[in-house]
């Protein structure tokens, strides 16, 4: 049976979620404990949302959920990096301002513990290569909604490529299908946010 | 820059009959063509996107010209787009969007795509305010306030349109083309998404759902009018009802079948009523309400999808109810050959068709379609398509 902070933040109950924090935060709780607690809510959100029971909007609302959660222990703490399981950069590919399927993928792999380096919206090739060698990632995801972003994903991987960095590279959005990323020269296609968790599992 | 018209005599009549016999699954001779491409056009023809949308003129034009075009490699029959133009469309978007807008040429390079912001323009404070003032007088207000568009400007913005309006509604239908889809009617979700950003509407609908729909309530006459009137421009066979954050791969269940059916349905309801035909322009993946779509009086609507929504299982579910327009991929368009082109229109004729089906593009071909996967749609389309 799961925690019931963990169960709370999977049933999205954000009123019972930040009760239960400030209850657990007030009692002395180890921080990490309650970080753990929804990452597990966040984790089984992610199951949820493979076995068809949660949908886009849902994995939205879990992210603000667990952005805001983090935001009020954090107050109260400063979690330690050191235990990350790894760096991810992620980011819109040059040309493309969605950001809401990047930004369910963010939270997700936050919640999987990894260290999110979120670039934002058109990002350039240049950008991501920077962002990949500061942080050492071992991935780099690219998002793209419309299909002008398929050129800059192509120049990002061939960038990533030139300046010798050792990262594989997953892409994923609206209108990406197999064909693209072979023609973009990605490594993998992640055909919805958790596929981008299970992506970084499988590599980091 | 006025368009020349050719006069094609019946054609147009034929056409018609054509699309009418589809949505009434009755026999045809041949599946018709539909095209709606407003970026390619642009790059078909030799301007960039930041011509294309600083020019109403231009945008009428390249859309006319590249039909005509295409029309030396088979059939282009029916047009799913207004012959309009959108004119202003910082003001166009925006208003159906409750957002900004960035245009290539102006925050953009010349030849990016449009693409409305998401910012958080509506606030939460706003929902009592327009509970209290009610819909049509916050709208008024926001275009004015938030977006930035007087009253003037809104009557520069659309002096373009209106003008000519008759003139090119008629000369396209002249040159044979059926408008299919005249005129937008925007579902209050998207609107209201739109203003608030995604990620905010989305919380709203966990947070205050009682209040978002009875604002939702509110909106809806204005959209239905909206929709209706803007198609008196051009007296079309349809209008798109839209629907994009509507999806049902986007929301739960719990969510669309209390947000989102049940405005659709008076929305199919009033566009039945005033003898348009409901265009439902459902981009994304519906694959799991297809059965509910049935709530839609049979063989009045088309059911327009872009290539995520499982098209062989609409059919299965919808066939005899409701007539298909679809789908080739924006990514084909972009990424394919015109072997790919070929393969899937061929296939697409064979499992959709005879009956009930209009070959389309899935919602706009991309501006960056290579010209030669567009010429292919168009021949696949003529060939496959004969019965």
């Known amino acids: ?204 | 820059m006025a368009i020349k018209y050719p006069d094609r005599g019946t054609l147009y009549d034929e056409n018609l009959d054509r699309i009418k016999r589809v949505i009434a699954f009755e026999e045809v001779d041949r599946i018709p063509v539909s095209l709606v491409s407003t970026g390619f056009n642009s790059q078909y023809l030799g301007y960039t996107l930041a011509d294309y949308v600083k020019s109403p003129e231009l945008q009428v034009k390249v859309q006319f010209d590249a039909m005509e075009k295409l029309r030396n490699f088979g059939r282009v029959d029916a047009m799913n787009n207004t012959p309009l133009g959108i004119g202003n469309y910082k003001f166009g978007l925006g208003s159906a969007w409750f957002n900004k807008v960035k245009l290539p040429g102006d925050e953009l390079p010349d030849n990016v795509i449009w693409q409305i912001m998401e910012e958080e323009l509506i606030t939460v404070e706003d929902y009592d305010l327009i509970l209290d003032i009610g819909w049509d007088e916050f709208k008024k207000r926001f275009i004015k306030e938030r977006l930035g568009f007087s009253e003037l400007d809104q009557q520069e913005a659309m002096a373009p349109i209106m003008l000519n309006a008759s003139r090119d509604a008629e000369g396209h239908k002249k040159a044979g083309y059926v408008i299919v889809n005249g005129g937008v009617m925007v579902h209050p979700f998207d609107t209201l998404s739109g203003g608030r950003s995604m990620t905010q509407f989305i919380l709203d609908l966990h947070r205050y759902p009682d209040k978002v729909e009875a604002i939702m309530d509110l909106m809806l006459p204005s959209a239905i009018m909206a929709g209706i009137g803007g198609a008196s421009l051009v007296e079309p066979t349809g209008i798109w009802l839209g629907g994009w954050r509507t999806a049902s791969g986007m929301l739960s269940p719990k969510i669309w079948d209390r947000f989102v059916l049940p405005y659709y349905i008076k929305m199919v309801e009033a566009t039945v009523a005033a003898g348009l035909t409901p265009v439902l322009h459902f981009d994304q993946d519906w694959t799991r309400d297809l059965e509910k779509l049935k709530a839609f009086p049979a063989k009045k609507c088309i059911l327009n999808i872009d290539g995520m929504t499982d098209i062989r299982k609409a059919k299965e579910v919808l066939d005899g109810h409701m007539a298909i327009m679809g789908d080739v991929p924006a990514a084909i368009f972009a990424a394919g050959n015109p072997e790919d082109v070929h393969n899937y229109v061929r296939d697409l004729m064979r499992d959709i068709g005879p009956t009930g089906f209009i070959l389309g593009v899935g919602c706009d071909a991309p501006y960056n379609t290579k010209p030669e996967n567009m010429e292919a749609y168009v021949e696949a389309g003529t060939k496959y398509g004969v019965m």
């Open chain 1, 1 to 204: 049976m799961m925690d019931q902070l963990a169960q709370a933040m999977s049933d999205l109950e954000e009123e019972t979620v930040f009760k239960l924090i400030d209850e657990r935060l007030a009692s002395g709780t180890d921080p990490m404990e309650i970080i753990a607690a929804c990452r597990e809510g966040m984790s089984d959100v992610g199951k949820r949302y493979e076995a068809k029971e949660y949908y886009v909007s849902d994995l939205i609302m879990a992210g603000e959920v667990f952005k805001q959660s983090m935001a009020v222990i954090g107050e109260n703490f400063q979690a330690e990096t050191g235990d990350k399981k790894g760096a991810v950069v992620v980011g819109t590919a040059q040309g493309d301002i969605h950001d809401i399927g990047k930004d369910i993928v963010v939270s997700l792999l936050q919640a999987g513990n990894y260290d999110v380096i979120d670039l934002g919206v058109d990002v350039p090739p240049a950008k991501f290569v920077e962002a990949a060698r500061e942080s050492g990632a071992k991935v780099v995801g690219l998002s793209g909604l419309l299909t002008i972003s398929f050129n800059a994903m192509k120049e990002t991987v061939d960038a990533l490529k030139a300046a010798g960095l050792d990262v594989k590279v997953m892409i994923g959005g609206g209108s990406i299908t197999e064909q693209v990323r072979e023609q973009v020269g990605a490594d993998a296609l992640g055909g919805d946010a958790q596929a981008a968790v299970d992506l970084c599992n499988e590599w980091i």
